[in-house]
Nanobody, 121 residues
Framework: VQLQASGGGLVQAGGSLRLSCAAS????????MGWFRQAQGKDREFVVG????????FYGDSLKGRSTISRDGAKNSVYLQMNSLKPEDTAVYYC???????????????WGQGTQVTVSS
């Protein structure tokens, strides 16, 4: 499966963005789809994940309480709604797939090109 993240942009602090991750190819029902982010000069950081078949979710610390992940089987897509954005949320956001619940980017594969999110103060 190939993944492509989109929806990033420039937003003021306190604003919202909705990112999309479109999959071309089959997303196996057991897959976990994850969102990560990587700020310049920093390691890739887990944001949130969702089990494709059950919709169960698990969050990292960075956007917990300010983000919601969802999926749409008909559109073969995963979404990340981010609210109350802060300048420190500025990063490239990526989606990827894993075969197990994990917050470790090394467990994920099929990384797509990310989408830049810039939050101005």
């Amino acid at each position: 499966v190939q993944l492509q993240a989109s929806g990033g942009g420039l937003v003021q602090a306190g604003g919202s963005l909705r990112l999309s991750c479109a999959a071309s190819g089959r997303i196996f029902s057991s897959y976990v789809m994850g969102w990560f982010r990587q700020a310049q000069g920093k390691d890739r950081e887990f944001v949130v994940g969702i089990r494709w078949n059950t919709g169960s979710t698990f969050y990292g610390d960075s956007l917990k309480g300010r983000s919601t992940i969802s999926r749409d089987g008909a559109k073969n897509s995963v979404y990340l709604q981010m609210n109350s954005l802060k300048p420190e949320d500025t990063a490239v956001y990526y989606c990827a797939a894993a075969s197990t619940y994990s917050r470790d980017p090394r467990d994920y594969f099929n990384w797509g090109q990310g989408t830049q999110v810039t939050v101005s103060s």
